[in-house]
Every structure is written in C-alpha cells, then in structure tokens.
C-alpha cells in the first residue's frame, strides 16, 4: 500500500512536470514544424488575434523579402465564409488565404495545391460532407441577414484535401489562394500575418529585429517570442503544476517518513544491540536512509508507466476545449523533465527516512536499551 500510495505521488509529480512546459514546448515545435520560425503582424497585435491586417500586403512583402537573411515568405488572410448548399448556407468556415507555393498552414493528405478558383478542405470537412478531389463547393462572403440566405454564392472546385496544422479537432476550414479570399471579402492587398523562413544559421531574433527595423509598421514575432507569449497564457497551468506537483512530494514524504518510522520503531531492539556491539550511528542511519531511498525508488519505477498513462488520458481531455489545435499536446515527455521528476521523489524519500533514523539514534544507548527490555 505505502509503494502504491508513493506510485500514485510519482506518478502526479511526473504529470505535472510535463504539463508545466508541455503546451509551450509542443506549440513550439508546432511553429517551427514547417520552416517559418518568425511571424510578421500589424504592428501590436498577435497572430489571428485580430482581425486588424497588413494593408498593400504586396508591397509589405517585397519590403520583408529585402531584407537580408530572409529566405522565404508566405503571406496569409484569415476570414469566415458560408458553405452554401441549396440556397441556404450551412455553416461558417474558418479559411485561410495563402500562397500556395509558400505556405505552413495545411499539409496535403490527398490532391494538389489550389489554384484560382479553387480550394484546399480539412478532413473533417471533407468527411463531414462527402466532398472529395474533384468535388464542387458553394461559398459566400456575406448573408442577407433579412432573408437568411447568402447575398452572392461562388462556386469552387476541390483541388485536395489537407491536414490543417493549427486546426482544433473535427474542425472543418478551407484553405484558397490569397487572392481569391481578398476578392471575396473586399479586402483587396490585404494580409493577417506573413510567416518568415530565415536562411540556414541565422539568429531568428537578429532577423526579428532587421525586419522591424525596415518595417516598423510590423510587429515581428519570433518562435521564442510567441512561447513567451503563450507561457503568460497559460500561467494558469503552471501555477496549478506547481500547486499539485508540492502536494504530490508532501504526500510522499509523509508516506516514507510513516512507514520508516514504523520499521524503525519496530527494529528498536535490533538498532540498540547493534549499538552496543560497537556499530557506529553513521553506518546504522546509512541502512535507513538506503531504505527509504530503496522505498522511494521503488514506488517512482511503479509510478512512471502510470504517470504516462494519467498523462495521455489528461490530455485527451484537455484537447477537447475549444480552439486548442488536435496536434498540440498539454504533456510532452522529456528524458531529462522525467528524471529530474523521479529523482525528486527519490531524494525527498531518502530525506524524510532520514528524520526518523536520527530520532533513533540520537536517544542515550542506555535509556534506548532498557526502554526495549521493558
């Protein structure tokens, strides 16, 4: 029961090791996926948080591409539009307007790029509604909000169907080429955001800074950056890591501290015969404290396959709120975040076996000899 008891604390305090810089460090490795390590918004403003945009996006983009060090970019506008069937509309679509030969937003699972007049569709959408390859689309800007129905319906061929990196999951989207989405929308040049390939070897905060330097109606931001960002997002998770992480080492040393306590006082006799033979006190509180270590040990080993598992079970619960993206994961496993976990627990063990051993031995031979013949 004591191993089980410091399994399940092992296996907490693992949990929120990961947690604690899971989600920075997914959503990390997440932007940096596709090659763009910088993104370049309106000025003050983060990706998408807005629907503020770049105006004369063209020019701003030959402006970037100047500068040296710039290897690649991909400009992007984000809008809603109406999947339309009939002469109703279904729903709205969270679409993208990218260029197709630079762009970090989808990965194409089946098809080709788009071209004007076409469009890329996520897999829930394409699941959702049987539309495939070579499928035929109805889509609207604007609805007639009197009438209910779309004010100008625009048909689109599927050219293939993709995984959208930053989608939530089953979320249906769209992505088309830029210039069909400004069309649609009335936002001629227009640009949400550009994402910016440095060359091999190049500091993304150096690049960062020439950018802003000759842009400064930009804001760029770098991979770093936007992890700082989204670790003030969620300090939340942090503190509650940091919370349930001290209470899983205070329930293991006081589960160590009791059942060393209770082996000690058990052994009582043994320890004082073995101190008056001549055993000194070092080498007795060495056996105690290899017992706790032994104990704790032991415990963290049954505690780590759980703590796995809790993890993957917590997220998938956790990915289940709205708008976080299907490929980000609240728990990353890390060689180095695991064993700074379990030798946590290993030392906390050892230390709080260590407190009753030294009450033991600290008690007069003596007084400790004839409280045991009595």
Do not use: C, N
Request: hydrophobic share 50%; proline share 5%; aromatic share 6%.
């Amino acid at each position: 029961m004591a191993l089980a008891g410091i399994a399940v604390s092992a296996a907490l305090l693992l949990d929120m090791t990961m947690l604690a810089s899971g989600l920075t460090e997914s959503f990390g490795e997440l932007t940096r996926g596709q090659g763009y390590a910088l993104r370049v918004t309106p000025r003050g403003t983060l990706p998408f948080d807005s629907e503020a945009g770049v105006r004369d996006g063209a020019a701003v983009q030959q402006r970037i591409e100047a500068v040296k060090g710039v290897r690649k970019v991909a400009p992007v506008l984000g809008a809603q539009l109406y999947l339309v069937q009939g002469d109703s509309a279904r729903e709205s679509l969270f679409t993208v307007g990218v260029d197709p030969d630079a762009q970090a937003l989808y990965v194409l699972t089946a098809g080709e790029s788009p071209r004007p007049g076409e469009v890329v569709v996520s897999e829930p959408l394409a699941r959702h509604y049987g539309v495939g390859v070579g499928g035929q689309l109805g889509l609207a800007a604007e609805l007639d909000i009197s009438l209910g129905r779309p004010r100008e319906v625009h048909p689109f061929r599927v050219s293939g169907v993709g995984e959208f990196v930053y989608d939530a999951e089953d979320q249906r989207s769209l992505g088309m080429p830029i210039v069909d989405v400004q069309r649609l929308t009335g936002r001629p040049g227009e640009v949400s955001l550009f994402a910016v390939a440095a060359e091999e070897g190049l500091s993304d905060d150096l690049l960062s800074a020439e950018i802003e330097r000759a842009v400064p109606e930009v804001s760029v931001y770098s991979t770093a950056e936007l992890m700082a960002e989204m670790d003030q997002r969620l300090l939340y998770f942090r503190q509650l890591a940091t919370i349930l992480g001290s209470v899983a080492l205070a329930v293991t040393a006081l589960l160590v501290s009791t059942i060393i306590a209770i082996g000690v006082r058990e052994r009582f006799g043994e320890i004082a015969a073995l101190r008056a033979i001549g055993v000194s006190r070092q080498r007795l509180l060495l056996g105690v404290l290899v017992e706790g270590v032994t104990l704790a040990g032991a415990g963290s080993l049954l505690g780590l396959p759980l703590g796995l598992w809790m993890a993957g079970r917590l997220d998938r619960i956790l990915l289940d709120f709205p708008g976080i993206p299907a490929r980000l994961s609240f728990f990353v496993l890390d060689a180095q975040r695991v064993a700074l976990a379990l030798s946590i627990v290993i030392l906390t063990g050892a230390l709080a076996g260590l407190l009753p051993g030294l009450g033991a031995l600290r008690l007069p031979l003596g007084r400790a000899l004839r409280e045991e013949s009595e």
